[in-house]
Each structure stands twice: as structure tokens, then as C-alpha cells.
């Protein structure tokens, strides 16, 4: 979806459909002389949230998309709702463009925030994946929508951040979609090298025997099993200042977890195939940062492997150093993420960045405390904590915090190696964080895990693209970006 900015008297824009409450689409019919028209079109339209209805105008003027509620002052959440309802029905519609003017105020949100909101809800329903389908189902007609608004110029940023996220947010559902046979680790080293046709960005990878001289046993120990190589890639852009501190991100990219020798169960197994969505949301998000030209350094790291059972995979209790010097005792070969992330956390720390932030499909216990609606966050700095949870509340990509006490260490403790990869059943989404923290050491870094967030199971299974809105929306401020 491409998105741009107009402005001027809404009776004389010409264009397939204009988006607007009830009372402005009758100010607009009664302009242009059609004021009955509107008054048969609307009479038994329910004007309330979710409702929408297309009224048929003559003239360069052709339809109204009436929303219903758009007049009532709004919540961030019905102004959302309001937004996906419009969203959907426009997207039903056989027109290639529209204007969409919703004035509805909202609570302590101005109107950059309203189009970022518009924008999103717009690419999240227009996205479609039909790829691999020998009949792929028509997709929308609508390939450009134009945000009506009295002052321009405080709203281009806004769309310029709405097109950005637009193309992060596609790449990362596309990542996550791709089936487990076309998405392996090269692949990912592929997609991420096409970000580095971008001036400012250049992208480079650390292949399993450079990995194996500066130590990564962790990361190799889950890649050995399978016959497809794994990489440790990483992009850089250089959007800021020379020498500032970059901004690190780091994803788990497990483009299949079968469990490996602790072999997973095959009921939904194929749903392991969204287990490098992690990767696919940093990867997505330093695209977003790079179309919107942020004013930030960044250095994305991406650990691909593929977590398979083979006469040279990992065996539980097998012992492996990391690259940090620490012994591991893998007692479970399917807790793989923190393996191969663990590497991955110390590689970041060389670029000496001023934030560390991982996102992983970590663990299925993250799913049981907090369901599919809110990331868990967990950090090591109050600051960075909030930062993440305000970036997921403006985007509407929800997060919540968890704990990284002290407490729960100690479920790691082996009696063979500095530290066990699993924690016991109890509080199965916080010992793997911790796990995770003990290869961080002075730098301010967060973790989120997705595994509930990412992507959806059931008739709807797909990759959701998340948390790039949130991610994205933490970066624009980092660099200043309204956003
Ligand atoms: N990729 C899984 C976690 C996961 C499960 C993500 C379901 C999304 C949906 C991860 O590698 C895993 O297998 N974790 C184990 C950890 C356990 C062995 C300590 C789990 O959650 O069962
Ligand atoms: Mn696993
Ligand atoms: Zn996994």
C-alpha cells in the first residue's frame, strides 16, 4: 500500500471513495447537491463503532465510505478498532485509490498519531500471502490511499513513517510465512544481503568456521544437526552520526525447531517454521529504519540455524562452551533459542552499542502467562523497559513486563557446567531470560519473547508481523523522528 498526503475541500476532491464520518459524508453529499441521495442511502445505518456503509454519489466524487462512531471523541483502543473496521471495508471495495478524512478526536493523541494509526491498521489488513496457492485469490484492488488533512507539512513525516513501516512490516510477515523448505538460513542471509543494496547499510556474516574460531559452541551445538549451514548475520546501517553508538538487535532465527533430539511432539510441529520470527521482526524493523532514512546508527544481528535430530546433533546432557567462556549444560535440546542467542548477545556487545534489544520465539510458557496479546519484555534497565512498553502502547503492539529477579536464577544451576539451558516447568518464559541475561554485562539490553505474539495458530495461522510496529516505533524515538 503506498500512502500520501492531500488537502483542500473535501466536495471537490476527485477520487473512487472518500473515507469519512456520518456527519462530514453529509456535509460533503449536501455540497455537491445530493443530499437525498445520502439521506436513502444512510437511513437504517446504525452509526456506531464497527459499522461502515458505501454510499454511491455521481460525479468525480464516486462513493462515500461512511464509518460508523467516527463523529464520537474516541480512546486510542475504539480509535483503532474504528480504524481496522474502516480498513477491511475499504480493502472489500473494486477501486485502486481513496481519500480518507476521519477527523474523530482522540484522548491525548494528536493527529500525526491518527494517520500512523490509519496507516497501520490499512497494511496490516491489505497484507496477503498467496505465494506458494496455484490459483493465489485476487488480492485488493486498492494499491494507494491519500490521508486528507488541513496542515501538510506536520503530516508528511507521518506518512513517510507509514510507508516505512508498511514495507518492514510485509517483509517480516513475508519471512515468517515462507514454508521451512524455502526459508532456511541461507535464505535469511539473502533477504537481509537485499538491505545492503542501501548506501548507508552493508551486511556480512559470520559462517560456521569463523564461528567455530571465535568459539560460538553454543550456537554450533544447535546448527551441527542439520545438513543446512547456519550464519550469524549481521546488517549495519549508518543512519547518524559517525561513531555514535548504534542501537543492536538481535533475532532468533530457528528457521525450523523440531527439538532436536528432545523432539518435539508432531501435533503443530509445522508451526515451528515461525520460530525465526524474531529474525524476521529485527530484519523488518531495520528495513522500516532504513526506508524512513532514521537519524540512528544500528547494527541488526540475526542467528540463523535450524534446530534438527541427527547422528551429529546435540545429545542432552552434552556440554558446550560459548563465546563468552561460559559452559553450558544442555540438558534439553529443544531450549535452542538461548543457545544460539547467547552467541549472538556476545557478538553484539563487540559493536559496543548503546542498547542491546533480542526478540525471540522463545518459549511456549510465554504463551501460557501472557496469551497472544501483549510481547513480554524483560530488561535489565527500568529506562529501557518503559521506552519499550510506551513504543508498544502508541503503536498499539502491546508489551507487558516481566521479571528478571535475582529469585529465579537459580533454577539454572547445574552440578557440571556453569549453567544449565533449562530452568525447570516453573516460570518457563522468565528462567530463559535469565539464561539470556548472564551473557549480557554492562550494557542497557531487553528481551522480548514472542512466541505468543509473532503468529497466529488455527484456521487464521500466519505470521503477524509483530512486534515490528512497537520496535519501529521505539527507534523513531530514539532518533528524534516524531514517531
Ligand atoms: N521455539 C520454542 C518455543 C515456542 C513454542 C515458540 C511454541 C512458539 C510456540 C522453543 O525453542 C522451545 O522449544 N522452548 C521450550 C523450552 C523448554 C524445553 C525449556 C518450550 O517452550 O517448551
Ligand atoms: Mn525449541
Ligand atoms: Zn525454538
Redesign the pocket.
Known sequence: MKYSLTDGALPSLRTPCLVVSRKTGERVARALGQRDIFSRATQDFKDKAEETLCVHLSGALARLLIVGGADERKNADEFRKMAAAAAQALLKLPIKAAVVALETRVNGKRTDWKLRTIMHALSQHAYRYERHKSKPAAPPSLAGVRLHVDERKAASTAVKLGNALDAGLALTRDLGNEPPNVCNPGYLLREARKLGRHPKVSVSQLDEKKMRELGMGAFLAVSQGSDTPGHMIIVRYNGGKRGEAPVALVGKG?TF?T?GI?L?PPAAMD??K??MCGAAAVLGATKAAIEAGLALNMVTIVAAAENMPSGDATRPGDIVTSSSGKTIEIL?T????RLVLCDALTHAQTFKPRTIIDVA?????C?VALGSHASAVYANDDGLADALLRAGDDSGDKAWRMPLWDEYQSQLRSNFADVAN?GGRDA?SVT?ACFLSRFVEGTDWAHMDV?GSAFQGGPRKGATGRPVPLLFSYLCRESGSAG
Open positions: 530457528i525447531d527439538g528432545s518435539k508451526e515451528m515461525f520460530d534439553n529443544d531450549a535452542e533459542g520465539t522463545l518459549t511456549g510458557a504463551i533449562i518457563g530463559a512466541a
